[in-house]
């Protein structure tokens, strides 16, 4: 496939994690918008991992590493996004805790 | 038409869909599970992609532990449908043209870009097996794995002291 | 000539040298090393001014330049000193006067603390300095810094008892008249600059740049030019400040407000006769404002009790007889009066300081009287002063004065008849002065008359100096109808400055006419004086007097047209202006912003999601910024 539709493809899924964390104001649904635009992205690198690959095996590269760096990349973003999810859900279940919701219209400490 | 551009579209409408219906259900469980189907068409293009790795990974790790996560937590805190806030129509048509607009100008920005006509397609190609990359990241990526264990250590410690009662 | 470079820049440099040395070490040296010091700087530039006027009286005439004063793309300002027959001599007068005065005011000075004696001295060296660079720098810029020194010394001089307010008051009337005329003269400086791109005299008097000046610009370059000379030498409409700069010690009196100073403007003019002789116009104000200044000043000094006030006045009108001079083309007779002047009004100056030392202070001559017997050598170098400056053959003033008059009669009988009177009236108030303060009975108290006594010899000594000086000072310009080549100071000028010739000489029978008329009317003038003050009693002055001795209401005429309009306008400033324009804008500005930031501050909503909506609005901003405008 061409690698601009995988482009497009990782843009919509990203625009629309966008427009999760701007249209709802569940702290839960905001974090799941937020990993779907993690995984936009991871998308987006493994298929330039891909293309870059495709260009070395065109070159006569056959058995190189070529493009593999983009795919340890998204290992390393699943990585560090797991554990922002457990640290991220404990705050979550915290302020749960605290003001019995999980409406971000309330964390407005930032005014004061 | 081939299967590989059939798959293609049957994955990208699948995986555009599913996160639509993330950020539109009202019930937030419904949100996670349209999320793991995401999580789901985003493997198999993985899989197109010849990242078989990966492809596992994204399953066991964010459709199975992390997703489960959620679920785990929306369950907790008894989130349904009747409890869910909404933000007023304004702002949500706000939000959606803006989203709408950074969609624009970014595939406007890209439609000319010199990389436009290359091409990432199934092949022989076998970097994404699980022997290439644990010999790449045991040797030039060792450094940086170590230290996500150090992060992931860090990050239960920190999981454990916030939602510790005190 | 290098060593004449050398030495040149050593008439300058000794005073400036004394000033620093005094100045920085009032409070370490002694009052007799200070007075040493003081007065030893200044005979070294005399004993250097006469080996430079015997150079120049061989011919030798010089520019010396030193270093690139000022050197902006064109104009290049060089320091340089000029050294010719009118710098030369006044070199003699500001030098010699000078050092007689620095010598008297050792021993006047004597009951100042050591620090101010010390401080008085540095600044009569500075003024010497800088009088020196007037008198000797070869452009108008250089000139211009001499004239602003002066200016300066005389207002730290006037106002050198500094704890008396009034003083204060007087340095300051005489510090901002003077400015008014300086910036005249500075305006007179960029229109040169800006004509004619060079500021040398020999540049700005050649010819063929003259050439370059519109009847216009000459007009209005001498007009400004004068109208510095009037803030400086005291003339109408800015002499005002000249009677209250008698604030000052007498002895600074003689020197800068008598003697030196004062005859600025008249150097100045001299110095530009060139430019003057071009401008007929200005030639005429020149010559009725001086002839005004002089009846004017003459008709207060009439009237007044003060002994320096009479004197100051007298110096106004002996001022706008010099102007009368200029204005008449007798540049030469105005030069000579400068001297003449220099020697008989220092003497007359210093010895009222002689009177006032006696007295314990005393000024008012109503307290005085009598004092012939216990004051001889103060009454009788007096009593030639007053002869000297009322014009009675052989003495300096005469040869002078008639040299000023004779021009004015060339000129018009009409100006002569005014001058006449104004000569006559000199005499009557000089002799009204003597006769009121050293003949009659005494009529101070006392104790002032238990105190009385002469004054010593460092005192006594640069009176008499001076007396010979205004005996013998007018013989070297005695007319040519008297004595053949009697003239030596036009034979000597003669390079440097020369009067205009007039269009209808006078024939030598209406010349001796003209000197025995002014003489015999002066000597019934001093008659007049002897009758009505020999045995002078108080009393009250009515009518015309009363406006005389108010001195014509001049001072109250400025306070009132000049002075409170100021001070009205201050006022509005400072009630309207001030708080509503000015704090207004101060406070509106604050106030804009505080509300701008009041209405920005509800952007700061605290809710996360309208951070993100502007974040992601920014970022689509910037990519459009990034990719589709900036091509």
């Not at chain 1, 919701?101 to 400490?109: A, G, I």
């Not at chain 3, 100006?415 to 009975?441: C, D, E, S």
Request: a positive charge.
């Amino acid at each position: 496939m061409p690698i601009f539709s995988y482009i497009v493809l990782s843009i919509a899924l990203f625009s629309i994690g966008i427009v999760g964390v701007l249209t709802r104001r569940n702290a839960i649904i905001i974090f799941m918008s937020i990993e779907l635009m993690l995984n936009a992205v991871n998308l987006m690198l493994v298929a330039f991992s891909k293309m870059h690959q495709n260009a070395a095996i065109l070159a006569g590269d056959v058995s190189g590493t070529a493009g593999m760096d983009g795919q340890l990349f998204v290992f390393f973003i699943m990585v560090v996004a797991a554990a922002e999810v457990s640290v991220g859900l404990a705050i979550i279940v915290m302020m749960y805790r605290n003001i019995h919701s999980v409406d971000v219209n309330f964390l407005n400490r930032l005014k004061h | 038409m081939n299967i590989i551009q059939i798959l293609f579209w049957f994955l990208s409408v699948l995986a555009i869909f599913s996160a639509l219906m993330v950020i539109t259900s009202k019930n937030p469980i419904y949100s996670v599970l349209w999320l793991i189907a995401t999580f789901f068409a985003i493997s198999g293009h993985y899989i197109m992609l010849n990242a078989q790795f990966l492809a596992i990974v994204n399953i066991i790790v964010y459709a199975g532990a992390i997703m489960v996560l959620f679920l785990f937590v929306i369950m907790l805190m008894n989130l349904n449908k009747e409890t869910e806030p909404q933000k007023s129509r304004w702002l949500k048509i706000a939000g959606a043209l803006a989203g709408g607009c950074l969609l624009l100008v970014l595939v406007a920005a890209l439609k000319n870009s010199v990389t436009k006509e290359q091409f990432a397609t199934v092949n022989e190609g076998s970097i994404g097996l699980i022997k290439n990359l644990g010999k790449e990241l045991f040797t030039t990526y060792v450094v940086p794995f170590e230290i996500s264990s150090v992060l992931f250590l860090s990050a239960m410690v920190g999981a454990v002291v916030i939602g510790k009662k005190e | 000539m290098n060593n004449v470079l050398q030495i040149v820049c050593l008439i300058p440099l000794l005073p400036l040298l004394g000033f620093l040395v005094n100045g920085l070490g009032r409070n370490y040296l002694s009052k007799t090393l200070i007075g040493w010091i003081g007065s030893g700087t200044i005979l070294g530039s005399f004993i250097l001014s006469v080996w430079v006027f015997m150079q120049v009286k061989e011919g030798n005439t010089h520019v010396a330049e030193y270093f690139n004063f000022i050197a902006v793309d064109k104009l290049v300002i060089p320091f340089a000193l000029r050294i010719d027959q009118l710098t030369s001599l006044f070199l003699l007068i500001i030098t010699g006067v000078g050092f007689l005065i620095h010598v008297y005011s050792v021993s006047y000075m004597h009951e100042e603390k050591p620090g101010h004696f010390g401080r008085y001295f540095s600044y009569l060296n500075l003024f010497v300095f800088s009088m020196l660079l007037l008198v000797m720098g070869d452009n108008f810029v250089i000139m211009f810094i001499g004239w602003e020194g002066v200016g300066l010394c005389s207002y730290l001089l006037i106002g050198y008892w500094f704890k008396k307010q009034e003083y204060n008051k007087a340095a300051n009337k005489a510090f901002i008249m003077n400015r008014v005329g300086d910036l005249a003269f500075l305006i007179a400086l960029f229109w040169i600059i800006a004509k004619i791109g060079s500021v040398s005299f020999a540049d700005v008097f050649a010819a063929e740049n003259l050439a370059k000046l519109t009847q216009t610009d000459i007009t209005v370059i001498t007009l400004l030019l004068f109208v510095g000379a009037t803030g400086k030498s005291a003339q109408i409409p800015l002499y005002t400040w000249l009677p209250d700069a008698m604030a000052g010690p007498t002895p600074v009196s003689a020197l800068i407000h008598a003697a030196t100073m004062v005859t600025a403007g008249i150097y100045m003019i001299a110095r530009s006769h060139v430019l003057y002789n071009m401008a007929p116009l200005t030639m005429n104000v020149v010559t009725y404002t001086g002839l005004a200044t002089a009846l004017l000043a003459a008709t207060i000094a009439l009237k007044q009790n003060d002994i320096k006030k009479v004197l100051a006045y007298s110096t106004v009108s002996q001022l706008g007889f010099m102007f009368l001079a200029l204005g008449t083309g007798a540049y030469v007779a105005a030069v000579f009066h400068v001297m003449t002047h220099a020697f008989f009004k220092a003497l007359l100056f210093l010895g009222s300081g002689s009177v006032i030392h006696a007295m314990g202070g005393e000024q008012d001559i109503r307290n005085m009287g009598g004092l012939r017997k216990k004051l001889g050598i103060t009454f009788w170098t007096f009593v030639i002063g007053c002869v000297a400056i009322a014009g009675i053959p052989p003495f300096s003033g005469f040869f002078s004065k008639d040299a000023i008059l004779l021009s004015a009669f060339e000129k018009s009988p009409l100006l002569y008849g005014v001058a006449l009177f104004t000569a006559l009236l000199t005499a009557f108030y000089m002799f009204r002065l003597l006769f009121i303060t050293f003949t009659g009975k005494f009529r101070g108290t006392e104790e002032q008359a238990h105190h009385l006594h002469e004054s010593p010899l460092t005192m006594t000594l640069p009176l008499i100096i001076l007396a010979i000086l205004s005996i013998v000072g007018g013989w070297v310009g005695v007319p040519e109808l008297i004595s053949e080549g009697g003239d030596k100071l036009s034979a000597f000028l003669a390079p440097a400055v020369a009067s205009v010739p007039q269009e209808h000489p006078v024939s030598h029978s209406e010349e001796y006419f003209l000197m025995g008329l002014s003489t015999g009317l002066v000597l019934l003038a001093i008659l007049a004086a002897w009758l009505m003050f020999r045995n002078y009693q108080r009393k009250e002055a009515s009518g015309l007097g009363k406006l005389l001795e108010n001195k014509w209401y001049v001072d109250e005429l400025y306070e009132a047209m000049i002075v409170q309009p100021l001070h009205k306008l201050g006022g509005i400033f400072k009630s309207i202006v001030d708080p509503k324009l000015v704090d207004g804008l101060v406070n509106g500005v604050g106030r804009a912003v505080n509300y701008g930031s009041r209405q920005l501050r509800l952007l700061q909503s605290g809710q996360v999601g309208s951070y993100v909506l502007l974040m992601v609005l920014s970022i689509v901003l910037i990519f459009t910024i990034q990719f589709f405008l900036r091509k």
